[in-house]
T-cell receptor, first 111, second 113 residues
Framework: GQQVMQIPQYQHVQEGEDFTTYCNSS?????IQWYKQRPGGHPVFLIQLVKSGEVKKQKRLTFQFGEAKKNSSLHITATQTTDVGTYFC???????????FGKGTTLSVSS | KAGVTQTPRYLIKTRGQQVTLSCSPI?????VSWYQQTPGQGLQFLFEYFSETQRNKGNFPGRFSGRQFSNSRSEMNVSTLELGDSALYLC????????????FGPGTRLTVL
């Protein structure tokens, strides 16, 4: 079946270092969404990418959607302790009726 | 605008019992999806309801069921609870389509003893 995979599963960085998580789909996606879940919290929508090769920025966060629309990445520049959490990517299933989530990348940041 | 609300927030049950979880979506949202989140399996899609009809279903046994009411509120039921059903159950609402932003509720933490 359709799968959305994320790597790495865990990442620990020192505050100020950069961080990147990668998302790969087994099928072409019409769009990809990114969510963040803080420890003890629930997933919160960050952004949606729709176009091939699209790049979007939110302050220190940069999101990319691959040219083939099968992969995506989230890059955080100069991490802060507030960036701690699990980052999920999600893409629609082939029927376009449900979101398939990756297992997430858990980021920890030490100051 | 009020967010997605879920009740109860915490629940402890024993094996063999059944449980009903409730979700109230954001006003105007017609789609409600349910997810099970566990450390090992991550976020797994249970089912989605749209205008009182189940529109899509994940790969879970028939013990997991749901429904949606005319006001878009949704309930999820798990019968004959098993230890492995212990998880955070998240409800998410969106306006309608899969490209609409999905808003998650705080979840119901179910512990099965």
């Amino acid at each position: 079946g359709q799968q959305v995979m994320q790597i790495p599963q865990y990442q620990h960085v020192q505050e100020g270092e950069d961080f990147t998580t990668y998302c790969n789909s087994s099928t072409t996606l019409s769009n990809i969404q990114w969510y963040k879940q803080r420890p003890g919290g629930h997933p919160v929508f960050l952004i949606q990418l729709v176009k091939s090769g699209e790049v979007k920025k939110q302050k220190r966060l940069t999101f990319q959607f691959g040219e083939a629309k099968k992969n995506s990445s989230l890059h955080i520049t100069a991490t802060q302790t507030t960036d701690v959490g699990t980052y999920f990517c999600a893409g629609p299933n082939q029927a376009g009726t449900a979101l398939i989530f990756g297992k997430g990348t858990t980021l920890s940041v030490s100051s | 605008k009020a967010g997605v609300t879920q009740t109860p927030r915490y629940l402890i049950k024993t094996r063999g019992q059944q449980v009903t979880l409730s979700c109230s979506p954001i006003s105007g949202h017609r789609s409600v999806s349910w997810y099970q989140q566990t450390p090992g399996q991550g976020l797994q899609f249970l089912f989605e309801y749209f205008s009182e009809t189940q529109r899509n279903k994940g790969n879970f046994p028939g013990r997991f069921s749901g429904r949606q009411f005319s006001n878009s509120r949704s309930e999820m039921n798990v019968s004959t609870l098993e230890l492995g059903d212990s998880a955070l159950y998240l409800c998410a609402s969106r306006l309608a389509g899969v490209t609409d932003t999905q808003y998650f509720g705080p979840g119901t933490r179910l512990t099965v003893l």
